[in-house]
Every structure is written in C-alpha cells, then in structure tokens.
C-alpha cells in the first residue's frame, strides 16, 4: 500500500497552505494527523468515504478536509495559519476494518 503526501512547506502565518495525499487503496476513513518537536502525534482531521468528518478543536473553523473518492485523494485545506500549526503531517488511510497505513509525513513550517 503507499500513501503519498505533497505540499508541505515554509510560509508566514496567516496564509493558506494546502495538503494534498493520494492512496493505492480504496480507503473507507482518511485522514491527518500531526506532530510537532516533542509532542505525541495529534488529530487534525479525518473523513469517512461518505464524507463525515472529524476535526481536532485546534483546528476548528481553520482547516477543511475534503475527498476524492474516484482518486483515493484526501485533501486538507489549512487557512489562517498560526505558529503553532508547525509540525510533520502524516496521511492515514484504512479500509473499513483493516489496518491503518500512513504516509512519510510532510513538514510544515509557520513563521510568525
């Protein structure tokens, strides 16, 4: 199974940056997770493949993930970018009952 994030990168805060990872599965839940230098890795949102979503509170109001079924892609729209918002962002997806598989992450860094 490969799980291929991209669009990470360096921006100032207050900008949008958008996240972007496709699966070789056809993957009921996925999702984003983070984790920042020195913290457990955290939700950021989830979504099932008939488009119930999940998000983590702080995130809230922020962030907006969406998918594309025909694709096995999962997007994460992130506005208003803080600080704290820096960290490595890991992809998962899983089938309905099987394991879960994540990507290699992509960094994302906010300069305040």
């Known amino acids: 199974v490969q799980v291929v994030e991209s669009g990470g990168g360096l921006v100032q805060a207050g900008v949008s940056l958008r996240l972007s990872c496709t699966a070789s599965?056809?993957?009921?839940?996925m999702g984003w997770y983070r984790q920042a230098p020195g913290k457990q890795r955290e939700l950021v949102a989830t979504?099932?493949?008939?488009?119930?979503?999940n998000y983590g509170d702080s995130v809230k109001g922020r962030f907006t993930i969406s998918r594309d079924n025909d694709k096995n892609t999962v997007i994460l729209q992130m506005n208003s970018l803080r600080p704290v918002d820096t960290a490595v962002y890991y992809c998962s997806v899983s089938t309905e009952f099987g394991p879960v598989y994540w990507g290699q992450g992509t960094q994302v860094t906010v300069s305040s």
């Open positions: 599965i056809r993957a009921f839940n």
């Open positions: 979504i099932t493949r008939g488009g119930d979503t």
